[in-house]
């Protein structure tokens, strides 16, 4: 049985190579680390780009591969809108060359990362898989692209899929040896965690006249090796020949951004700073999402709650303070 990890170097993909490589899964894992990290792998890393329909036939007819992850995206909502172009490139572009290389090699099985961001915005909480799709982003309109690609390349090429939409993933693997690394860092939980280690002067907060109970934006964390878990269970429930499915990845649990602070701050018992700002465009005021459907199909549930989230980051960040950085 062997799995080939594409984004592998990443920050999810390396706990996803990680974890899978620890229950004995023979993986094999293909980054360009154009923002992976060479020292995040452990065992068989082929660099290239998945755009590279020759490296990747190659690839192919060198690995037996049974089945793919796939990991390989930009995935930051503002650069998106950006450079539009450069994500469609990237994201829609590479998973093309992708699923072609895997219909060459016979190879019809495929979990992938898919986004919360898919949806846009909505009122009502949690979001099911049945709420409609309108992404606000060039970001989320890749993932849903994605989507539908894997949909229509099932019906002509006979592919199985998951498409799994994450909502916020963070935290680390528990010993500390992997962790978030993000140039630049955008995200909240490791922006606190650096202001926390005195390599930032503070937190900003962005917004605090959203309609939530402190005014902040609420958002559902869920942790990196509890996502991984989702993929195995997903990347089992394909091999057993079920039918291609969507799923929310999240815990059903939302926090406010001075919540997250708060736990923080208990945390690492560091007075970490925070200075009020202004909101950050594109920010929906709040995501949760229903995990009712993964819950049934996948028998996934998640086992770490948010003090877990922010400790195993932590100790990431503190034995790390330079991420991967020599
Ligand atoms: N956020 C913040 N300050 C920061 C980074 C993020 O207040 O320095 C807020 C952001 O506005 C959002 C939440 O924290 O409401 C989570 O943001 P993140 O970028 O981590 O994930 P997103 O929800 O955008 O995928």
Redesign the pocket.
């Known amino acids: 049985m062997k799995v080939l990890i594409a984004g592998g170097a990443g920050y999810i993909g390396s706990h996803c190579v990680k974890i899978m490589s620890e229950q004995g899964y023979d993986v094999v894992t293909v980054d360009n680390l154009s923002t992976g990290h060479q020292g995040a792998v452990k065992g068989k890393l082929y660099v290239g780009d998945i755009r590279d329909e020759a490296f990747l036939d190659d690839l192919f007819k060198k690995e037996k591969i049974d089945a793919v992850i796939h990991f390989c995206a930009k995935s930051l909502?503002g650069e998106s809108m950006e450079k539009p172009l450069e994500y469609f490139d990237n994201n829609v572009y590479g998973t093309l060359v992708l699923l072609k290389a895997m219909a060459k090699a016979n190879v019809k099985k495929i979990v992938f990362s898919s986004s919360a961001a898919v949806y846009g915005e909505h009122k009502e909480m949690p979001i099911t898989e049945e709420y409609s799709t309108n992404p606000t982003s060039t970001y989320g309109e890749s993932k849903l692209m994605m989507e539908k690609m894997m949909k229509w390349a099932e019906i002509a090429h006979g592919f199985n899929y998951v498409s799994l939409r994450y909502f916020?993933v963070a935290g680390a693997y528990p010993d500390g040896s992997i962790g978030e690394d993000h140039r630049p860092e955008?995200?909240?939980?490791p922006?606190i965690l650096q202001a926390a280690l005195g390599k930032r002067d503070y937190?900003?907060?962005?917004?605090t006249d959203y309609p939530t109970p402190d005014g902040?934006?609420i958002?559902d964390y869920i942790h990196v090796v509890d996502l991984i878990d989702a993929h195995i269970k997903a990347l089992r429930y394909l091999l057993k020949g079920n039918k291609s499915e969507i799923f929310n990845l999240g815990s059903q649990d939302g926090y406010s951004?001075l919540e997250i602070i708060k736990v923080a701050r208990e945390v690492t018992k560091i007075d970490i700073k925070q200075v009020n700002s202004e909101r950050?465009p594109g920010?929906p005021a709040k995501?949760v999402a229903s995990s009712e459907k993964i819950g049934r199909i996948l028998c996934w549930k998640p086992k770490f709650g948010i003090k877990e989230i922010i400790r195993d980051a932590w100790l990431f960040h503190k034995t790390h303070p330079n991420g991967y950085e020599k």
């Open positions: 909502v916020n955008t995200h909240l939980i922006i937190v900003k907060v962005y917004g902040t934006c958002r951004v950050r920010d995501l």
